[in-house]
């Protein structure tokens, strides 16, 4: 420690006053807000009965984790996590291999792959719904021509992965596809000399070179999947249990006017999101993007 | 954004007062706006703002903005369960002196009583609505009188391969707590206690949820039942091919008139079938309220245009080019109106035997709730689900429960 010179010394401090703006502003903007709906759901605070607002203390998060339909959409908001995320991935690899080894039309492919992702999530699942409606969609009289599939809670929620899944597929391809450049050719010529055929080479070469990025791009899509909200509220609303916990608190805290209860629920949102962000990068050592450049 | 300009040039003519009114989608509103303007001589102007078509997203713009004490607007267009919700929390302002006597002269009491809270004024009554059964005459010559005849009829009908399916709005949301409220006061029965404060769900209510429970297991249900909105079962019953009945508000009839000539020939109504049939014709009131938001900088004249917008002339207007229902008695014995609004005495009956929806500051929650739970129909468990209505609706009643 005594080895860091004057100099050093001054760059650093100049680092923090540079720095120092962009800092505020974060603190401005993220770190208000989530002190202030800490410090909300500590209180019973429900905008009708502005008369009755008090401190309560952890009483709201007791009445929330206690509530069958908190954990009821806590369940739903894990399964669509787990079961898009993984397909997803699967897809997602497929679709950057192609993309990757496309030898005509490169730029055009990419492009068009990206479509989906382009779209604004709230027109695509407009355009779900519609195609799911019992008596107008082309899908439904397709594959349910008797049913109102988006009714039936299964199937409800089997729609509203699918078009999780339609969406973000290209931006996991996208995503892989940077680790995939990563994968050094002569590695993989060198592994087709000694024998190894396309499916060894993917599993015993380019997977291990690639766990950096995948990981990355799980971590990410899994923080942006919990947080689920467009495409449930366009394509069913919450009804016959598919609300997502965003759905429940957007529920409670928009429409039912109850501040407290409703910070609760996004602070426990929160709390989900960093155990999951916590999990990727110290258990499975998802390095923090811009942070990997040591180990390679 | 193109409005915007032109409103505040009308605002500058007229000595700069801009009243602005928030309120849903209403065919022709718009002519109103125009005759209270004209009559207000240039004292002020009305601005019309729509607000979006669905109750909840009208409910949530407005409830946004009060609760940030926004000045811009002024008379609040509030569905009649929205009246307590919005007294309680401050966000409008009471009705008092002149401005109250013209209000109470002449209105039914069942659309005035939604416009109060505490025992105070805090809206006037501009539209009212209640469901009727509507049948066709073709297939059901003399209409049910009671909900158990009702689903004989129309499983005779489907026996003998007639179109004999009842529509009634069965989705989840307000429609089906509509539902749930008019069976319950036509058993005789009371959801919330009388002053809102304790969960009933008596036997009545669980009278109530069998009749859900028994038309949505009957052959003579939609098979989209369970997703079913007022416009949905409007248009399978325009179509012709399935329904003989469908339970819904009066908005039917011109529809069906312009979409269904044919049909309209044969399209009767008659009053909603309860479950005691001595209580048939009861129905819950729906509709609309005008109130003057406390925030609103211009409360004289805000007061002045909310009584023209819903005078005894425009209500009128309003009922034969709109169709909706006025709330003031006289407009109903109105020569005019026998024409173009034949269904009128038997909504006037309707309106002298309300069944008003639990009115309480709470009732988002509460209406939440009980679509929640009576979700689908078909597997309503009477008994069961009357219990879990009780405690759930308790905490909701005491803001303490969580919503779905």
């Known amino acids: ?85 993984a397909i997803e991935l699967v897809l997602g690899m497929a679709l950057a291999l192609v993309m990757h080894r496309t030898l005509v039309a490169r730029g055009l492919i990419r492009t068009v792959a990206l479509i989906p992702y382009g779209i604004v999530t709230v027109v695509a699942a407009f355009s779900w719904r519609y195609a799911w409606d019992d008596n107008t969609g082309y899908l439904a009289q397709l594959f349910a021509p008797d049913a109102a599939p988006l009714t039936q809670r299964a199937s409800a929620l089997g729609i509203i992965i699918l078009a999780e899944v339609w969406k973000t597929v290209p931006f996991m391809a996208l995503l892989l596809m940077a680790g995939l450049a990563l994968v050094p050719e002569d590695l993989l010529k060198a592994a087709s000399m000694d024998g190894a055929g396309p499916w060894q080479r993917f599993t015993k070469v380019m997977l291990p070179v690639m766990k950096p990025a995948i990981l990355v791009a799980l971590l990410f899509r899994t923080l942006d999947a919990f947080r689920i909200f467009d495409n449930i509220f366009v394509l069913t609303s919450g009804a016959q249990q598919t609300g997502s916990v965003s759905m429940q608190t957007y529920n409670n805290l928009i429409r039912g006017l109850n501040l407290g209860i409703g910070s609760t629920m996004s602070v426990l949102i929160f709390i989900a999101v960093a155990a999951i962000a916590f999990l990727f990068v110290k258990v499975f050592g998802a390095a923090a993007p811009g942070n990997d450049g040591g180990k390679r | 954004m193109i409005a915007s300009p032109l409103v505040a040039a009308c605002g500058s003519d007229s000595g700069g007062i801009t009243v602005n009114v928030y309120y849903s989608t ?34 949530e713009q407005m409830v946004r903005r009060l609760a940030a004490g926004d000045t811009d607007m002024d008379v609040l267009g509030l569905d009649v369960t929205w009246v307590a919700e919005f007294a309680e929390a401050g966000w409008i302002s009471e009705w008092t002196g002149q401005d109250k006597a013209d209000v109470e002269d002449g209105t039914l009491a069942g659309p005035l009583a939604t416009a109060k809270w505490e025992d105070k004024l805090y809206a006037a009554p501009k539209n009212t609505n209640v469901q009727l059964l509507w049948y066709r005459s073709d297939l059901v010559p003399t209409p049910p009188k009671s909900w158990g005849e009702m689903l004989e009829q129309a499983q005779r009908l489907k026996a003998e391969g007639k179109p004999g399916g009842i529509l009634m709005t069965g989705a989840q949301y307000e429609g089906l707590v509509v539902q749930f409220a008019t069976l319950t006061a036509g058993a005789g029965g009371k959801i919330l206690s009388d002053d809102s404060t304790r969960a009933v769900v008596d ?62 020939k044969v399209f009767k109504w008659a009053p909603y079938p309860a479950i005691d049939p001595s209580k048939t014709g009861t129905a819950t009131l729906g509709g609309f309220n005008l109130a003057i938001s406390s925030y609103s900088q211009h409360k004289p004249e805000a007061f002045e245009a909310a009584k023209c917008l819903r005078s005894a002339e425009n209500q009128k207007y309003s009922a034969i080019n709109s169709g909706v229902p006025p709330t003031i008695e006289s407009v109903y014995d109105d020569p005019e109106m026998a024409q173009p609004y034949p269904m009128r005495d038997a909504i006037l009956d309707e309106l002298k035997n309300p069944a008003v929806r639990p009115i309480t500051p709470a009732y988002q929650n509460v209406s939440t709730l009980i679509s929640t739970i009576l979700s689908p129909p078909g597997a309503i468990d009477p008994k069961a689900t009357a219990a879990r209505l009780r405690t759930e609706l308790q905490d909701a009643l005491d803001s303490k429960g969580v919503l779905p």
């Open chain 1, 1 to 85: 420690m005594k080895t860091v010179t004057d100099g050093k010394k001054a760059e650093r401090r100049l680092g923090l006053w540079l720095c120092a703006p962009a800092a505020l502003v974060m603190v401005a903007v993220t770190a208000y807000p989530i002190i202030y709906s800490v410090w909300l759901s500590l209180q019973r605070y429900d905008l009708r009965f502005p008369a009755e607002r008090e401190f309560v203390g952890i009483e709201n998060y007791v009445t929330v984790l206690t509530n069958s339909y908190w954990w009821s959409a806590f369940g739903v908001t894990t399964l669509i996590t787990v079961i898009s995320v």
């Open chain 2, 26 to 59: 209403e065919e022709n509103f718009d002519k109103v706006v125009a005759n209270c303007n004209a009559a207000a001589a240039g004292r002020y102007t009305i601005a019309l703002n729509v607000l979006p078509r669905g109750a909840d997203d009208q409910r």
């Open chain 2, 203 to 264: 036997d009545g209510a669980v009278k109530a949820l069998e009749a859900l429970r028994d038309l949505a297991n009957s052959p003579a249900a939609s098979p989209s039942l369970s997703n079913a909105k007022e416009d949905n079962i409007r248009q399978e019953f325009e179509s012709g091919k399935s329904a003989a009945f469908q339970l819904n508000w009066p908005f039917v009839y011109a529809s069906m008139a312009k979409s269904n000539p044919d049909l309209a």
